[in-house]
């Protein structure tokens, strides 16, 4: 029940094309989503986030689309570059009542690769 | 300012052999994280700490791992008798306050282990 699926495992677009990650969570306590970006020898950097009160949050060329009653949230990336190149992580996590810690459950990475 | 540290970046032990893995989280980071990557396993979860509170040690995988956390600041992971399956990338992450905000998890770069 803690899971968070994640797919495809690997992707490969064309510059200026659109990157699509899905992931999907059984945790109905999950209240809040985070993507991760990690490039090769770095740690995970928190990229976008979402909360379930909302469909779709927006930045810049990032977008998260969620779906609530699915158990499902995806990743956008407009205009893809080259420089997007890394792996992306999404994960949940549940406000654990009077002491919230935030342990992040992760999916298992997408490593993207976006050609120029 | 600086971001989470790690120290030290790459680990070389024998198997059988004790390792001490270190964390500096951000200043005024109060919530501090262990995962560990692995590529089998993805990102997990090992340990939280929260101020004064007792850890949440349900993530770690075996009784060969210990952290503890001085003086609210710089953690460190112990793991006694290594294994070969211990190989991985420690990362440590820290969070601002307790509460919602302690979502917004800063990752360091992470300390590679190789168990040889």
């Known amino acids: 029940q803690q899971q968070v699926k994640q797919s495809p495992q690997s992707l490969i677009v064309q510059k200026g094309g659109i990157s699509i990650i899905n992931c999907a969570y059984e945790n109905t306590a999950f209240d809040y989503f985070p993507w991760y970006q990690q490039f090769p020898g770095k740690g995970p950097a928190l990229l976008i986030a979402i909360r379930p009160d909302v469909s779709e949050k927006k930045e810049g060329r990032f977008t998260i689309s969620f779906n609530k009653s699915a158990k499902q949230f995806s990743l956008h990336i407009m205009d893809s570059q080259p420089g997007d190149s890394a792996t992306y992580f999404c994960a949940a996590s549940s406000y654990a009542g009077g002491t919230s810690y935030g342990k992040l459950t992760f999916g298992q990475g997408t490593i993207l690769t976006v050609h120029p | 300012g600086a971001g989470v540290s790690q120290s030290p970046s790459n680990k070389v032990t024998e198997k059988g052999k004790d390792v001490e893995l270190r964390c500096d989280p951000i200043?005024?980071?109060?919530?501090l994280y262990w995962y560990r990557q692995s590529l089998g396993q993805g990102l997990e979860f090992l340990i939280y700490f929260q101020g004064n509170s007792a850890p949440d040690k349900s993530g770690l995988p075996s009784d060969r791992f210990s952290a503890e956390r001085t003086g609210g600041s710089v953690s460190t992971l112990t793991i006694q008798r290594t294994q070969q399956e211990d190989s991985a990338v420690y990362l440590c992450a820290s969070s601002l306050v307790p509460g919602r905000f302690a979502y917004e998890q800063y990752f360091g770069p992470g300390t590679r282990l190789t168990v040889t």
């Open positions: 200043s005024g980071h109060t919530a």
